[in-house]
């Protein structure tokens, strides 16, 4: 089975503080996202890569960076932690299809930040 | 029209029961379908693909309806353990790589069953 790690589970952090949350997947995957999940607000895309060293913004990029200087490891960066940042962080990898079968994303078990 | 809309619930049903959610997608080209299953406080977990033929896992079963842009997932004889929130999940487009080929997450149904 795939499996995405994430470095912790249980996150407290002061405002202003940078903050990394680590992300490894054990598959070779080329793709790796970044989400945070909040009621009534569902999944949302941060950030995502490709491939080693490349990375797009998604749809809420702002206040967030990220890094992959490995394939196999993709980081989260909060350059200055705020109250509004407080939420689910999930990590998800994937594979390009191959042989015509579609495996969608393996998310890691999520770190929930609170930024008090 | 949000790309991927589901009813958000919750769905409230005694074991046994037969339930169904429905989910509809706005991009007519989208390529692959799937329902996800996340329960309270995990992350979530693929459940099932949507093939165009339709297709089961056990008491699962799950429907795509291009014409219209639907996606359904019946579950059959439903359980305390189907208790979870489910996610209808699209890709957009057959471009696998750029922010086109990534999936679009519907925000969820949740569903409750009751002894």
């Known amino acids: 089975d795939v499996k995405v790690t994430q470095s912790s589970r249980y996150l407290v952090k002061r405002t202003g503080e940078k903050v990394f949350l680590e992300c490894v997947q054990d598959?070779?995957?080329?793709?790796m996202f970044w989400y945070r999940q909040d009621p009534g607000l569902g999944l949302r895309l941060i950030y995502f890569s490709y491939d080693v060293k490349m990375k797009e913004k998604g749809d809420i990029p702002e206040g967030y960076s990220v890094s992959r200087e490995k394939k196999e490891r993709f980081s989260l960066i909060l350059e200055s932690a705020s109250t509004n940042q407080t939420s689910m962080y999930l990590c998800?990898?994937?594979?390009?299809?191959?042989?015509?079968?579609?495996?969608?994303?393996?998310f890691g078990s999520g770190t929930r930040l609170t930024v008090v | 029209r949000k790309e991927v809309e589901q009813d958000p619930g919750p769905f409230n049903v005694p074991e046994g029961a037969t339930v169904a959610f429905n989910c509809t997608y706005s991009?007519?080209?989208?390529?692959?379908f799937f329902w996800y299953r996340q329960d309270c406080r995990k992350e979530p977990k693929l459940l099932m693909s949507?093939?165009?033929s339709g297709n089961e896992d056990g008491r699962f079963t799950a429907q795509l309806n291009r014409a219209s842009q639907y996606i359904s997932l019946l579950i059959r004889d439903s359980k305390l353990s189907d208790s979870a929130t489910y996610l209808c999940v699209v890709r957009p487009s057959g471009v696998y790589g750029g922010s086109q080929g990534n999936l679009i997450f519907g925000k969820g149904t949740k569903l409750s069953v009751k002894p």
């Open positions: 991009n007519s080209a989208s390529q692959s």
């Open positions: 598959m070779d995957h080329e793709n």
């Open positions: 998800a990898s994937s594979l390009y299809r191959t042989g015509g079968k579609e495996n969608g994303y393996t």
């Open positions: 949507v093939y165009s």
